[in-house]
C-alpha cells in the first residue's frame, strides 16, 4: 500500500495548482458538496491531510461522535481568514503521509472526489492517471455505505468503465468514464448524467 502517497501527493500539487489562479468570487462558489463552498472543501484537506490516528479520535469525542460535526469543525479550524492563507496552508500539507483510521485507498478517493468536487462548479478539468480513478472506484464499492463506501448501493448492477479495463458487479450495465462512475458511487448524483445503460434507473434509486 506505500504506493498510495505518491497518488496523494501528485492529486494534492495538481489541486494546489488549478486553486491559484481563482478569484476570490471562485473561492467562495458552490461546490459540489452541499452547503460548502469551494474554500471549505480546501480547508476541510487541509484538515484532513494534517490528522493523524489518534487526533481523529480526539476530535471525534470533541464533536460527540457526530461525523458531520467533526468535519465541520475541521473546516472551521483550517478555513484561512483568507483563500490564499488556505491555500498557503494546502501547499504545506501536500507532502504529509498522515491519515485518519481508514484504509489507505480511501486517501486516493479523498482527494479524486473532492478535487471534483472543487474543479466541476468552476469548469476546470483534469485528466488524472486512469489507474489512480480505478483503484478510488474499487475501493468506493467495496466500502459499506455506513463508512462512505457504495457496497450495497451498487449491488444488483454492473458497473462499466468506457476508458478502462474495469467491470464490477453483476446485472444490468451502467457505463460511463470511470471518473463519472466514481463520483456517481460517492453520492455526487450529478455525474449519473454522464452515464448511460439498463441499470442507471437502478442506481439512481439506490443512491
Given at each position: 500500500?506505500?504506493?498510495v502517497?505518491?497518488i496523494v501527493h ?6 494546489v ?6 478569484t476570490d ?12 463552498s469551494?474554500h ?7 484538515d484532513v491531510?494534517?490528522?493523524t490516528?489518534l ?5 471525534m469525542a ?7 460535526r467533526?468535519?465541520a469543525?475541521?473546516?472551521?479550524r483550517?478555513r ?5 492563507q488556505?491555500?498557503s496552508a ?17 486517501r ?15 469548469g476546470?478539468t ?5 489507474a489512480?480513478?480505478?483503484r ?5 464499492v467495496g ?5 462512505g463506501g457504495?457496497?450495497e448501493?451498487?449491488?444488483g448492477?454492473?458497473?462499466l468503465?468506457?476508458?478502462a479495463?474495469?467491470?464490477i ?12 462512475l ?5 453520492r ?5 448524467d ?6 442507471l ?7
Amino acid at each position: 500500500m506505500g504506493d498510495v502517497w505518491p497518488i496523494v501527493h501528485t492529486e494534492r500539487a495538481a489541486l494546489v495548482a488549478d486553486l491559484e489562479g481563482l478569484t476570490d468570487a471562485q473561492w467562495e462558489q458552490s461546490s459540489l458538496c452541499t452547503g460548502w463552498s469551494v474554500h471549505d472543501v480546501a480547508a476541510h484537506l487541509v484538515d484532513v491531510a494534517r490528522t493523524t490516528r489518534l487526533g481523529f479520535l480526539a476530535t471525534m469525542a470533541r464533536a460527540r461522535f457526530d461525523f458531520d460535526r467533526q468535519n465541520a469543525d475541521g473546516v472551521r479550524r483550517h478555513r484561512g481568514a483568507t483563500p490564499q492563507q488556505t491555500l498557503s496552508a494546502l501547499r504545506e500539507v501536500i507532502g504529509r503521509t498522515s491519515t485518519p483510521p481508514a484504509p489507505l485507498d480511501s486517501r486516493i478517493v479523498e482527494e479524486i472526489v473532492h478535487g471534483e468536487d472543487i474543479r466541476r462548479p468552476l469548469g476546470i478539468t483534469r485528466a488524472y492517471p486512469v489507474a489512480a480513478v480505478a483503484r478510488a472506484l474499487l475501493h468506493q464499492v467495496g466500502t459499506k455505505g455506513a463508512f462512505g463506501g457504495a457496497r450495497e448501493a451498487v449491488s444488483g448492477v454492473r458497473l462499466l468503465a468506457t476508458d478502462a479495463d474495469l467491470s464490477i458487479g453483476d446485472g444490468p450495465e451502467v457505463t460511463g468514464p470511470a471518473l463519472s462512475l466514481l463520483l456517481a458511487v460517492s453520492r455526487r448524483t450529478g455525474a449519473l448524467d454522464d452515464l448511460t445503460g439498463p441499470g442507471l434507473g437502478t442506481l439512481a434509486r439506490t443512491l
